[in-house]
Nanobody, 118 residues
Framework: VQLQASGGGLVQPGGSLRLSCAASGSISSIRRMGWYRQAPGKQRELVAT???????NYADSVKGRFTISRDNAKNTVDLQMNSLKPEDTAVYYC?????????????WGQGTEVTVSS
């Protein structure tokens, strides 16, 4: 199983970025997909998650600015990030809670860097 993330980069405060992640491999089912981030010197934290049924969960710090979406048929998850702030600077990791055959596990992508700076 592989999670391939893309879309990071450098953006000015107030700008927007869209992150995308695609899961591939011998996947039976994906229960939940999401994004986490880790800023320098800090622990990894949840940004947003979305279930196969479309239920979403957001960190308080990104509510109203970030939107997570998912394409179940393509096994992809996107994160639209608007009104970006310098404190959003971090490495963003794609996550999926999925099953290979009948066993569910957490899988992680390689991370994509987001820098918000003028």
């Amino acid at each position: 199983v592989q999670l391939q993330a893309s879309g990071g980069g450098l953006v000015q405060p107030g700008g927007s970025l869209r992150l995308s992640c695609a899961a591939s491999g011998s996947i039976s089912s994906i229960r939940r997909m999401g994004w986490y981030r880790q800023a320098p010197g800090k622990q990894r934290e949840l940004v947003a998650t979305i279930t196969s049924g479309g239920s979403t969960n957001y960190a308080d710090s990104v509510k109203g600015r970030f939107t997570i979406s998912r394409d179940n048929a393509k096994n992809t998850v996107d994160l639209q990030m608007n009104s970006l702030k310098p404190e959003d600077t971090a490495v963003y990791y794609c996550n999926a809670f999925l099953a290979v055959l009948f066993s569910f596990h957490d899988y992680w992508g390689q991370g994509t860097e987001v820098t918000v700076s003028s």
